[in-house]
């Protein structure tokens, strides 16, 4: 009898323990759903974003429509025949261009298009080689300061968000960057509708996702946003973005961001992601599963030269420091808010210079 | 001794009525299992000098069972898995099912009404701490009053083990654990603890050390026992309440940083024979807390800074059947809220990332009486296996 009694716990602890560990790694599948962003064909051209910068929403044999997520996004197109491709380019800055190379390969003719955030272009492939497009800004090298702003945390406030959209596009900013949690669940109906939103919003929207976002496809963001974690310059400030929906950063990303740090060792680098890896009120926990890799992650950012981190996932606001970094979070979206902290839905400006680093952040409150 | 093993034996169970010693400690009755947190002993647990000789053997009249044990068993599972205490209802003994319904009620209560708290306000920083307290708290009641039906159900009364009736003076073990954390190299670690008790006070301090990786975590823990066994005093409950503190240094040296401690913790067991005689045998545990970390980076800049914890682990036990005067033989399955450690908290795919803490096992004999080995298992951000040797000395 002890033996049995002893004997069937255990069982059911290596039975659960065998669950647990394939639970360990639960930000793999969507860390290697990032490595397919922005690879495809549109007939039989073939097509690869560079670093997968934007994410391919459709493509055929005469149109292909990409979403960025950066200001500058490199495509690499190889066929081998002459054919005529539509462009269409959603999320894109407003005063971006793009330019094919090499001549013999490649021919761009800008068309209308129905927004400030809208690119159209004839693309005339010759079958010459592979060509590459490349959409930047003028000005996108310039070491020069510029302003962005910060939202996360809409969720079920969606129907009201045109309100932060319109003032957001009274602030002069160039890009709005978004710390995840967009929709309440990530279904197809709530991503589509927020790219609908985005429609009134006057400059791009480079985020990454949230755990609302994890609901019911984990990879169902990729088609819609494209990666979870990438990294992108403008203005010479490196921006990283990280998926940090599952309170965790996958393994593999940990290798990438290595890559990230030390290209910008020297520079103004931010780094923006969902779950802050430490909460300012640790009772509650609204953080990194494990202290341990929250502190790890936080001194890899903080000896790698990080100027600024932004976090969601707390529907408030808290000014803080992590590692030694300047830490905002911003849940001002419109979620469910944390009560009695005084804070309204509200979203972020930040100045910032690539040499100089971050001259201020300032909260701009929606609902005055 | 060899009067306590002889009543663990169906022929004493149930026929010996409990008799007070003129030294036994009398303690208040209570019904409900919420009050465990803050010492809830009946009048059944009696304590009493352990160099006495008017030992009590502390057994506890039982209703006989009148009804089929292979359909209450069926029966603690389905329905019991929405109404608890189904098993034992069909064993007949409806004071045991109402009592764990109520637990049942009482656990759903506190986790719908903290998780409401916790909606309501947004989690804010003023109220986290009373709501999720409540939500763990209920998750551990609805737990229990299942686990505890299907416990009572399975085994005979004459099946179901007994606590120790007192704690050894000195306890000391070395092990090994194996943690497999995806984000951290170490994987090997070798481990001691010692418990050293004297009276209500107990001293432990405990370490934990990579032999792959320059990672260690050292902790030491004083406790003080309001009431329960000891090894001074005996108790025919394994019931108790402790206070105790513990600092605890985790350096992570390969990585750059170190995490400093200091918590202060209740630990307060309710033996379920305590709260129903049919539920003798297991036990349940609420150890809540709060910890306050300083946090050190290795950096030029030489960063800290300081964070709190939230804690409460629960725990729900089964005593095996070799009662003796000190510790026993037990397996124990429990939730942790803690989020550091090696085993910190679940990864979560959805909305609930981050907030859980982890689960664990861990199963303690005596083949030898003052030789003994524990298996432990936890499930966290990191699988963590281990196994121990112990050694005990017993009160002569």
């Known amino acids: 009898m002890m033996r049995t009694r002893t004997l069937k716990p255990l069982v059911g602890a290596l039975i659960v323990g065998s669950f647990a560990a394939s639970c360990l790694d639960v930000g793999e599948d969507r860390a290697r759903a ?238 923006a992601m969902h779950i802050p890896p430490t909460d300012p009120i640790g009772v509650r926990n609204g953080s990194f599963g494990s202290r341990a890799e929250a ?74 | 001794m060899k009067r306590i093993l002889l009543c663990a034996f169906p022929a004493c169970v149930g026929l010996v009525a409990p008799t007070a010693s003129a030294q036994s400690l009398q303690l208040p009755r209570t019904a409900a299992l919420t009050s465990a947190a803050t010492a809830s002993l009946t009048s059944d647990a ?49 004071k045991t099912a109402h009592r764990l319904l109520l637990a049942e009620a009482a656990g759903v209560g506190g986790v719908l009404g903290g998780l409401a708290g916790l909606a309501v306000t947004g989690a804010s920083r003023y109220l986290v701490i009373p709501f999720a307290w409540a939500t763990i708290a209920g998750v551990g009641l609805f737990g229990f009053s299942l686990i505890a039906d299907i416990h009572a159900t399975v085994l005979t009364d004459e099946q179901k083990g007994r606590a ?76 108790f309440v402790d206070a105790a503190v513990t600092a605890t240094r985790h350096a992570y040296v390969s990585d750059g940083f170190a995490i400093t401690t200091v918590e202060a913790t209740a630990r307060a067991r309710l033996d379920l024979r305590d709260f129903d005689p049919h539920l003798s045998g297991g036990y349940v545990q609420l150890d809540p807390g709060l910890a306050v970390s300083s946090i050190r980076y290795d950096l030029p800049t030489d960063e800290r800074e300081l964070t709190d914890l939230l804690l409460m682990r629960m725990t729900y036990g089964i005593y095996l059947n070799r009662p003796t005067d000190v510790a026993g033989d037990e397996i124990a399955l429990y939730y942790d809220h803690r989020h550091d450690g090696y085993a910190a908290g679940l990864k979560l795919t959805g909305l609930g990332s981050g907030v859980p803490g982890h689960f664990g096992t861990r199963a303690r004999f005596w083949p030898l009486d003052d030789f003994g080995f524990s298996l432990e298992g936890e499930v966290g951000s990191a699988l963590v296996g281990g196994l121990s040797l112990w050694y005990r000395e017993r009160k002569q």
């Open chain 1, 34 to 271: 990032d490595l397919e962003v922005g690879r495809g064909a549109a007939g039989d051209v073939k097509v690869r974003v560079v670093d997968g910068l934007a994410t391919i929403r459709s493509a055929s044999d005469s149109e292909l429509r990409l979403w960025n997520s950066a200001p500058t996004v490199a495509i690499e197109l190889t066929g081998e025949t002459s054919r005529t491709l539509e462009l269409t380019l959603d999320n894109a800055m407003p005063a971006g261009q793009l330019s094919g190379e090499p001549a013999s390969a490649v021919t761009v003719t800008a068309l209308a298009a129905e927004r400030p955030t809208q690119k159209r272009y004839s693309v005339e492939l010759t079958g010459a080689g592979p060509a590459t497009l490349r959409f930047a800004t003028v000005s996108a090298l310039d070491r020069t300061a510029f302003r962005f702003a910060v939202l996360s945390d809409v969720q079920e406030a969606i129907d009201d968000v045109r309100d932060i959209y319109t003032k957001v596009n009274d602030e002069g900013v160039e890009f709005l960057l978004g710390a995840g949690d967009l929709t309440q669940q990530g279904t197809v109906e709530q991503l589509e509708r927020y790219q609908a939103e985005l429609r009134s919003l006057n400059v791009p929207y480079y985020t990454t996702l949230g755990n609302h976002e994890l609901g019911q496809n984990p990879t169902l963001w990729h088609d819609y946003f494209g990666r979870g974690n990438f990294s992108f310059e403008y203005h010479a400030v490196r921006f990283t973005m990280l998926d940090s929906a599952s309170a965790t950063i996958d393994p593999m990303v940990y290798g990438w961001l290595e890559g990230w740090l030390e290209s910008s060792q020297d520079g103004t680098h931010v780094v």
């Open chain 2, 46 to 94: 009696k304590e009493s000098r352990a160099d006495g000789d008017n030992q009590d053997d502390g057994a506890i009249p039982v209703t006989p069972v009148t009804g089929s044990r292979p359909l209450a068993v069926v029966g603690s599972i389905v329905p019991g898995v929405l109404l608890h205490g189904s098993g034992q209802w069909l064993l007949g003994r409806r």
């Open chain 2, 164 to 239: 120790a009736t007192l704690t050894a003076p000195v306890e000391v073990s070395v092990g090994y654990n194996h943690v497999y954390d995806p984000q951290f190299r170490y994987r090997n670690f070798f481990k001691h603890t010692a418990t050293f008790r004297t009276g209500a006070w107990a001293f432990g301090p405990r370490l934990e050390s990579a032999v792959d990786d320059k990672n260690y975590r050292l902790s030491a823990d004083v406790a003080y026992r309001f009431v329960g066994p000891r090894p001074d005093v005996r108790s025919n409950s394994g019931s």
């Open chain 1, 295 to 368: 502190a790890k992650l936080l001194r890899r950012l903080a000896a790698g030269g990080v100027d600024l981190t932004l976090y969601g996932h707390i529907h408030s606001y808290y000014e803080f420091d992590n590692g030694g970094v300047p830490a905002y979070i911003s849940g001002g979206g419109g979620a469910i808010p944390e009560r009695f902290d005084g804070v309204g839905r509200h979203f972020l400006t930040v100045d910032v210079h690539p040499d100089n680093g971050v001259s201020s952040v300032r909260l701009v409150a929606v609902d005055d």
